[in-house]
């Protein structure tokens, strides 16, 4: 074995987390969690290897491109998920007869991607799913809206620092629909006005004419985009639209669950996926300088991919990328330091078993406690425990044993209050 | 894309979790993240994907090929993690300028080993690792060991239910020096003797033999074994032996730390792994019925595997895969279905909002709310809470809305108490 030194790098866009970036990390993943108990919804989980043919399914061959696969030993196609929804699918439907519909379920998955890195680009990260399966109401989509903006406001973003873009595919199928678009050119224009913002509307233009649109139904298709609250789209789409309902639906609801505030008509938001079938959204930082903090939407195909029936479906993909750097950004440094528990060190060898008792018995108490594993010098032990975590200090000297009593100081305050140690 | 169905099985070797297994692992996952807390550890983590040459530098060739390696489109050697401690290594080694020495890290990490399964094993598992690092006292193998006690008493496994098994390598060391055994030889004479249990003695006495040891010397190792006693061992190796006195030193503090009546000293505990140089333990259940619990020891080469100055470690790998099986067994699967949170129902459509504005208030209260996302009929919505995970739950109707007043009943006592609806 060679001892020459390895590189102490990661691996190219993979992530080390050391103890000051998993406070970011626990402050985001603590929140999804939280809201999704409140919000009762059942984790779930599973291997981040899956099989490429799952993955492929669902994914379509482009998007295999960006996976990392490989072969075990006998020959079996593996893959690490880009994505958690197939693996939802696949789930689901090995239960679906035993299981009570509609589910709410969530999980925080890492998920790769082979891909190009630009900022706020990783080649893994964590995402928070939450998924309700079996349910055609609106209700679904703002359970899951309301979710979101509840984690959202536990991790220290203020309400009015985003807005959820939300809208309807199946009312821009309507709109196209009534241009003289058929149907079976949706999926392509859809791929299509995606990209705005990202390329330009010449770019787009010359996609949809390579989809065989004429140059009036592009025109129209532009004008759509210029559409801009759900009064007009119903102008557009007709007192009767059905997809119109459903949105006007979403907005009454999300002032009964006051998160309306922060819920906008979109009609760009498409979202590129091929699976959306109805409402979609997309959420932003109120200056749009980040990339999406959440999306998602409604997929009532989920079961189809893996060879199912048709089952209803809403789902979210919160990625952990995007919100930490918005967080340390308006919060700073400062937000992910708080300091806790308390930091125990004596002066001699003579005192470790005082210090010991006195740890067993605040940790016994459900304090979270770092005893120094050696003796230190005052000054050494004070500086250690102010470069570390703790919020408070016990320093125990020969003549706090033989007084019995020993003082605790707050790191911060220097407040200082006086407690037993335990006796032997 | 074809739409014939896909296997709903995860692939081989590797797990999914139902809401029903995250109970279990969640229950380990809480008590090894408590425990941590509570010891004073910080967390930290990094991507399952590392490079094959890290892992190799550590595991040495035989273990690499047990390891899911892959390329990238860069010709990149990638591997899925088979442990955590080269990973530990390389991030320590990353700071070692700006790091607080002793630091104290836990993960609880993914790792994958691909091998044949038989029960317990898996190709994939958790480990909670905690690893002290740049501390030479024994204080730092008993805040180890004290952790992993605590967190087994917050899983519910009674403290006499298992037993922590403890042997110093120094000592073997010492008493094969005595026999004649040079030091070149110990390390194929560890593991030999680590086979124990795997393999008959005769097949031992061939290894012995191939390493080039003469029948006394194989006769006296095997004596080693019979030693039963600290004193025992003591009077084998001399009263002045480093490694008894550190092994005493370690069970005064465990008495001190109250968990001196799991701890066993068993000579027979060596570890497999060739980079231990000191104190070695493993836990196992009192009746042996199942594998190791936990394992781990002192390593004071961590660092010179990368590349690094030697520095003094102890570390602790603690699987989900065993103890989950334990627990099950000892605990009984009514144990992980503890119900939490309300469900709130409601009769029509007309009662909708009224559910809606209940479920805000108590989600704002700090409640976790499973509020149905249709109306159901009064048996319908019972039926649904009974089976979830709900402990109460709340079903409005006309009547309801009109007086104000709703009643909130426990699933499992029945009793009920009047709470008011909120106004709109």
């Not at 140059?215 to 759509?224: A, G, V, Y």
């Given at each position: ?6 590189s ?24 999804w969690?939280s809201?999704s108990?409140a ?5 779930y989980?599973a ?21 990392y ?5 006998s ?7 880009p ?6 699918a696949?789930?689901i439907?090995?239960?679906r ?8 379920w ?20 964590y995402?928070?799913?939450?998924d309700?399966?079996g349910?055609q109401a ?12 509840a ?11 985003y ?15 009534n ?7 949706h999926?392509?224009v ?16 010359e ?14 298709t ?11 789209a119903?102008?557009?789409a007709?007192?009767d639209?059905?997809a119109?309902r459903?949105l ?5 609801l ?8 922060r ?52 789902g979210?993909g ?18 992910a ?14 005192q470790r078993d ?18 120094m ?5 005052p000054?050494?032990?004070?500086a ?18 033989a ?11 220097r407040?200082?209050?006086?407690i ?5």
């Amino acid at each position: 074995m060679s001892t020459a030194p390895v590189s102490f790098s990661p691996v190219r866009g993979m992530r080390d987390f050391y103890p000051e970036d998993m406070l970011w990390r626990n402050r985001v993943f603590d929140a999804w969690r939280s809201a999704s108990a409140a919000f009762g919804f059942q984790p779930y989980d599973a291997c981040v290897v899956e099989s490429l043919e799952l993955l492929q399914r669902k994914s379509g061959e482009e998007v295999s491109e960006q996976i990392y696969h490989f072969e075990d030993k006998s020959g079996r196609r593996l893959a690490l998920r880009p994505e958690m929804t197939p693996t939802l699918a696949r789930m689901i439907a090995a239960r679906r007869g035993s299981l009570a519909f509609p589910v709410k379920w969530f999980t925080t998955a890492q998920c790769f991607r082979y891909e190009r890195m630009t900022r706020g680009r990783k080649r893994e990260h964590y995402q928070w799913n939450m998924d309700i399966v079996g349910e055609q109401a609106v209700t679904a989509e703002v359970e899951i809206l309301a979710a979101a903006a509840a984690a959202l406001q536990m991790m220290g973003m203020p309400d009015d620092s985003y807005k959820i873009h939300v809208n309807n595919r199946a009312l821009l199928a309507e709109l196209l629909h009534n241009t003289g678009i058929l149907p079976e050119h949706h999926p392509a224009v859809f791929l299509a006005l995606d990209k705005r913002g990202k390329i330009n509307d010449e770019e787009i233009e010359e996609l949809l004419k390579a989809e065989g649109l004429g140059s009036e139904p592009i025109r129209r298709t532009f004008e759509l985009l210029e559409v801009q609250t759900l009064d007009q789209a119903e102008a557009l789409a007709g007192q009767d639209s059905p997809a119109v309902r459903r949105l006007r639906e979403l907005f009454t609801l999300a002032r009964l669950y006051g998160i309306d505030d922060r819920l906008v008509f979109d009609i760009s938001v498409i979202r590129g996926l091929a699976y959306y079938t109805d409402i979609v959204f997309e959420a932003f930082d109120i200056g749009r300088r980040f990339r999406a903090i959440f999306g998602g939407g409604r997929y009532d195909n989920l079961l189809t991919t893996v060879g199912g029936d048709p089952t209803p479906a809403v789902g979210l993909g919160f990625g952990d990328v995007v919100i930490m750097e918005i967080l340390k950004e308006m919060l700073g440094d400062q937000a992910a330091s708080a300091r806790s528990g308390v930091a125990v060190g004596y002066m001699f060898q003579e005192q470790r078993d005082a210090a010991m008792r006195l740890a067993r018995k605040l940790r016994t108490d459900g304090e979270q406690v770092d005893v120094m594993l050696t003796h230190l010098k005052p000054k050494q032990f004070f500086a250690r425990a102010s470069a570390g975590t703790s919020a408070e200090a016990v320093f125990i000297g020969p003549d706090d044993v033989a007084k019995g009593v020993v003082r605790r100081k707050n790191l911060d305050t220097r407040a200082e209050t006086e407690i037993r140690l335990p006796i032997a």
